[in-house]
């Protein structure tokens, strides 16, 4: 496991999600809150998808996308904040791949490869999941995923998931 250089600079790709109450307003205030954190900078955000549910299929269709900022922040301080994001927002913990307010997950650290009991980078579901590699793809198509050493596009023509990911083009974040 190589740790990123303090006080470098990192690409880091981050997925948000919501599927409870006003779903946009609270991707927005995410992003707005993310935009306001010393240490983080916005590069670009993809459009949103509204998607189905996975895992837990029994809940409202959600509000997905990715977001990419620059970082001088190590990935666990950066997780930290992204939970106290999730907290200020309203979310509240029930039950595995369940309703939520807002969810924001590192997607992946530059080429960090990192694996704890709290934080494991890259995302270890993001290659299986289409509500994460399109907006992924949308934004960066050429990255290259630092485990599978594939591009986003590649894993997002090879997936086999058929769940239902469209762009909303009247959301603007």
Excluded at 43 to 57: L, N, P, R
Excluded at 79 to 85: C, G
Excluded at 131 to 154: K, M, R
Aim: proline share 5%; glycine share 6%; charged share 20%.
């Amino acid at each position: 496991m190589l740790l990123p250089t303090a006080n470098a600079t990192h690409l880091v790709y981050i997925g948000f999600g919501s599927n409870i109450g006003n779903r946009l307003t609270h991707i927005q205030n995410a992003i707005h809150a993310l935009s306001k954190t010393e240490g983080i900078t916005l590069q670009k955000i993809s459009s949103v998808y509204k998607t189905d549910a996975v895992g837990y299929e029994a809940q409202a269709q959600f509000l997905n996308g990715v977001t990419a900022i620059q970082t001088n922040l190590p990935p666990l301080s950066l997780l930290h904040i992204l939970k106290d994001i999730e907290t200020a927002i309203g979310r509240q913990h029930r039950i595995r791949w369940g309703p939520r307010e807002i969810d924001l997950d590192i997607l992946v650290y530059g080429d960090l490869c990192l694996q704890t009991e709290q934080l494991v980078i890259p995302h270890p579901e993001m290659h299986r999941r289409r509500f994460v590699l399109a907006p992924l793809a949308e934004i960066v198509p050429d990255l290259v995923h630092p485990v599978f050493q594939e591009t986003v596009q590649t894993l997002l023509e090879r997936l086999e998931d058929e769940k239902s990911v469209l762009k909303k083009e009247d959301c603007v974040l």
